[in-house]
DNA sequence: GTTAGCACTCAGAGAGTTTGAGTGCTAAAA
DNA sequence: TTTTAGCACTCAAACTCTCTGAGTGCTAAC
């Protein structure tokens, strides 16, 4: 797609006039924008040509143009310059981060509302655990005669607890024999992996205590289920009525609706390989999506996990805007796992 | 305040038929409504009267009557009858309880969606942790020689647990003597009481590790503090939309910024002594909720923690549905943390 | 105390009109 | 060949006006 450096310039005028105002742009206006030393008459000849390439769109015949999908995706791709953030704007990042931090419980909402603050779009938050999962050790630790607590821990080194009440009491010593069979037979083991048959083998070797073996066991199972089910979060749902795109009901209902149930995560779509990723209206896969974009950044957590933080707006978004600071975000949020700058270790949220 | 059996009856139903279909009432629906054997004329004589009474009025006059707050109130308090859950009804929510269990995790999250769903109601969920906790244990456990998991367990039975690395190796000893110094300075205190000279004593009596406490107590101080701290889940806000008081943006935007920043929890009305509260329209403190009813029920968690979940919705609510579905959903809560029906023990999110 | 009847009110729907921003095309100018 | 001025045309949105009908309050008769 070649276009003349005219052209151009007076696309980009366009889709940044369309992303401020959310009204179709005439040649009026553009003629007057920025140093165009040409006629509206010029522009309205441009636009035809544009709308004929198909960057353009009327509304109706006696409107301004406004950008198509593919418009928008010229636009991000080849037209849009980075937006530098201001002091302002990373110092309100940097203290939203730190604060966080505090809060290591939780990441994965925590983030999601953030960007939601930040961006005011809704946004989502969702976590990606690639591979599959295993205990890495189990302990268990005697709290009174007839209660412990189960520690497991993944082999991605998260740790996750539960206090069990028992009916009858436990000794000290049975405790310890658990202990050992579970870290013997039990570790490294997928979810798949943990077979009835396993269980049975297990449950006979344990003697007195087959009942806990089960207890435990299937409390492994659940930590591992529910870090391998990923989950979305969404927040800043209430941002979409302050778009105009959103004044009316039937536009926002079913978005928000989507938005809402947020089930199932495979919904929201993941950067394969890039950090970042735009998905422009029809690029979206999920029907409710159609008419928005979505932009989403992914963080790592570390451990072989990767978090994913996006923001779903119009069509009509300061793309520019939103990616420096996603990625922003993204880097902090990166940062704030990775390395020693806060309180290592990390143990919850997958 | 005092009424003939006929004007209760014209009242109810007056109610009864708004909260069916949203639009004003007229005589004549009454008049023809489940065996009134007068006439309209004389109906509209009554509501003149209930009218007088601050029971009822009139959006402009030639309109039908709508209910008032006061309306709503005395309807809750004398009129309502006891709706009847059907068994599909009690047998979804009995699944919804059941599916939740296996993530006690996230419970409070869990428990304002749950509810959400299956009142069709935005709904919200907070913790109300009454007393001053403290730790109650401590445990540390070498993972490798340079990393251990911390695991404290408040007076309450809940039990938190981070990974700790550190930039040298630990000897198995060293974590003894640890454990033991914290079991013993600091167990049984609450967050005021671990003052920074207590600190000091007992990173002097740590030696070398004396860097060492000073992690683990933050820990523990985070966790003390997290669990006061309540926090608030506000989920279903799309079905806010859904009715037709939230037809029009103008409304439905301030209530959904104000339930979307769920910051606050003391904006949200907590049952003092009932296990189940109703505010209706003015009765709320918070302005944004002057024209919705809250209806909220508490659950116990145990150990001296109650939950509360509510709903909130226009005035004209299914009161007798809602309440009797909240208090189905509150026991149902409760039992899954109290006794012995389920996995028992509990672990995270106060 | 109840009812029939009637005049009155008023939001909301529908039809028609006006407005103005914006277009496309043509013919002249550069 | 490109640009521009000019003009006729289009059409959504706003505005006005009228009509409709559900609903009321009041009065007088039952």
Redesign the interface.
């Known amino acids: 797609m070649d276009l003349t450096e005219r052209k151009k310039r007076i696309l980009r005028a366009i889709i940044e006039n369309y992303i401020q105002s959310a009204e179709p742009v005439g040649s009026k206006t553009i003629a007057q924008s920025i140093g165009m030393e040409v006629s509206s008459a010029t522009i309205r000849n441009e636009m035809a040509d544009l709308e004929a390439m198909g960057l353009l769109e009327k509304p109706h015949t006696s409107a301004g143009r406004i950008p198509s999908s593919k418009g928008y995706r010229f636009y991000v791709n080849e037209l849009m310059e980075d937006h530098k953030l201001s002091l302002q704007e990373t110092e309100r990042m940097n203290q939203a981060l730190r604060m966080k931090m ?2 290591l ?1 939780r990441v994965l ?1 925590q983030a999601g509302r953030m960007v939601a603050q930040l961006t005011s779009y809704p946004a989502f938050a969702l976590s990606a655990g690639t591979e599959r999962m295993t205990i890495r ?1 189990f ?1 268990l ?1 005697m ?1 009174e005669r007839n ?1 412990f ?1 189960i ?1 497991v ?1 993944t082999d991605s ?1 998260i ?7 028992l ?1 009858s009491d436990l000794s000290e010593a049975q405790l310890q024999m658990l202990n050992t069979l579970l870290n013997t037979t039990f570790t490294g083991l997928t979810l798949e992996e943990i077979t009835p048959e396993l269980m049975r083998v297990a449950q006979h070797a344990a003697g007195d205590a087959y009942g806990l073996i089960s ?1 435990v066991v ?2 492994a199972m ?1 930590v591992l289920e ?1 870090l391998e089910q990923r989950r979305v979060h969404t ?4 941002h979409l ?2 778009l105009p795109e959103y ?1 009316s ?1 039937e536009r ?2 079913p978005l ?2 989507y ?2 149930e947020d089930s199932d995560p495979a919904r929201f779509p993941v950067p394969k390989d890039d950090p970042m990723k735009i998905l422009i209206g029809p690029e979206n896969v999920a029907d409710a999506l159609k008419d928005t974009s979505v932009v989403v950044a992914s963080y790592d957590i570390g451990e072989g996990m990767r978090g994913v933080i996006g923001v779903v707006g119009p069509t009509r978004m300061d793309y520019a805007k939103i990616t420096a600071r996603l990625s922003y975000l993204a880097e902090g949020l990166s940062r704030l796992f990775g390395q020693g700058e806060l ?5 919850e949220e997958k």
Chains 1, 2 share one sequence.
């Open positions: 505090q809060e419980d909402d050790r302990d630790l709290v209660a607590i520690v821990m080194n740790v996750r607890n539960r206090l069990i009440r009916p207890l299937s409390f659940e529910s927040s800043g749902l209430a009525l302050e004044q009901l926002a209902q928000m609706s938005l809402s309180p290592q270790g990390r143990d």
